[in-house]
């Protein structure tokens, strides 16, 4: 494939890619490793597919070196990455095709879980390992970018940016390229190949792009975990407060004989209405449920999506100021309703909800992210 790309390109695409798929922390290589150094290399190029998201399972076999695809029902995406260096000379390249049925499961669903995905290797593969990491993250993303219907399938530029994208820019920013010296009898001969589709300077801008992505969606969902706090505590206080609306509610009712003053009885009339505090209850239950799910997102350490991210934040944010104005709309009723309960039945009642608070596991203001 000719390379005759631009750097906009470039950038547009991994913008493109980014807000699909997300962006991933760097691969944890060491790990990825182990197996491959103990002779499992079918578990290191699992491990290499977990990480993209791809829970499938290798059928792995080996070919010689010198191994080229001839004719297959299968579709192998790319035989052999290496580009030769400036002299037109290249070491011994490092094969790794990957078969791509047309029936291949759509990404997410159940029958992707342990499909089997066919790998040859060349068996020189031992010798460079983060050059073999590189060259299987980039043939695999062609199996997700399969498994997503996605229009730059077969796209080479793409799957080198999409492997980048989900952990594995660093490692190939070491295995792309591999170099090697012979003694020759009056001098060293060094001959370097690169793997890979991007050129030296596209590859730093693309490198330099998903590293920025990368940071700033970092500084964002810290940004994000800072606000849960001031979201929980308000979460709590509405929580509270129509806990109170409703006790102070039973109280009134079980105490007919109350006094009620003129300019509140048409309130108190209000608030006997069925569906009265049901819209209360509805946004406090909308706002638990979205807090426990971004809790658990920005538990997560390792996959930022960036629209996704600054949707939320935005969300959090617009949230936590509704939660304010529907507490300052109850509390005002609770106000009116507090005439008329004794000081003592008041406390009986906070201390009714922090014991309930506990039965139910919900987690108090005390229970900040750090």
């Known amino acids: 494939m000719h390379n005759k790309i631009d750097n906009k390109y470039i950038g547009n695409a991994i913008d493109e890619l980014s807000n699909l798929l997300g962006v991933r922390e760097e691969a944890p290589t060491k790990m990825i490793l182990k197996p491959f150094q103990h002779g499992k290399i079918g578990e290191s190029i699992e491990a290499i597919a977990n990480y993209l998201g791809l829970p499938v399972a290798v059928n792995l076999s080996y070919v010689p070196s010198t191994y080229r695809q001839g004719n297959s029902e299968n579709r192998f995406e790319s035989s052999d990455l290496a580009t030769k260096d400036s002299t037109g000379r290249g070491v011994e390249g490092i094969t790794a095709q990957v078969s791509i049925p047309s029936f291949i499961p ?113 500084n964002l969902k810290k940004k994000l975990r800072k606000m849960l706090p001031a979201y929980r505590e308000q979460l709590y206080s509405c929580r509270k407060e129509l806990f109170r609306f409703e006790k102070y509610m039973e109280y009134l009712d079980e105490n007919k004989n109350r006094a009620i003053r003129k300019e509140d009885t048409p309130k108190i009339i209000l608030f006997h209405k069925p569906d009265y505090a049901d819209e209360f209850t509805a946004i406090i239950r909308i706002n638990e449920e979205r807090l426990e799910a971004t809790n658990a997102f920005c538990a997560s350490p390792i996959h930022y999506t960036p629209m996704k991210l600054n949707s939320l934040y935005e969300e959090i944010r617009t949230s936590i100021h509704d939660l304010r104005e529907q507490f ?38 005390e229970s900040y992210l750090h």
């Open 106 to 218: 759509l990404y997410g669903a159940s029958k992707l879980q342990n499909f089997t995905v066919n790998v040859k290797i060349s068996d020189n593969c031992r010798k460079y390992p983060q050059t073999f990491v590189t060259i299987m993250a980039h043939e695999l993303s062609h199996i997700l970018l399969h498994s997503l219907r996605h229009k730059e399938k077969n796209n080479e530029f793409y799957a080198d940016l999409t492997a980048m994208i989900l952990g594995f820019s660093k490692v190939t920013w070491i295995g792309r390229k591999v170099v090697e010296t012979r003694k020759k009898l009056f001098s060293i001969e060094t001959l370097t190949t690169t793997y890979g589709y991007l050129k030296d300077e596209q590859f730093n801008f693309a490198y330099d792009k998903i590293i920025e992505i990368r940071k700033n969606s970092i």
């Open 328 to 365: 300052d709309l109850l509390h005002k009723d609770v106000w009116i309703l507090r005439k008329y309960v004794g000081t003592h039945h008041r406390n009986i009642v906070d201390r009714q909800f922090i014991l309930q608070d506990k039965q139910d596991k919900i987690v108090g203001p």
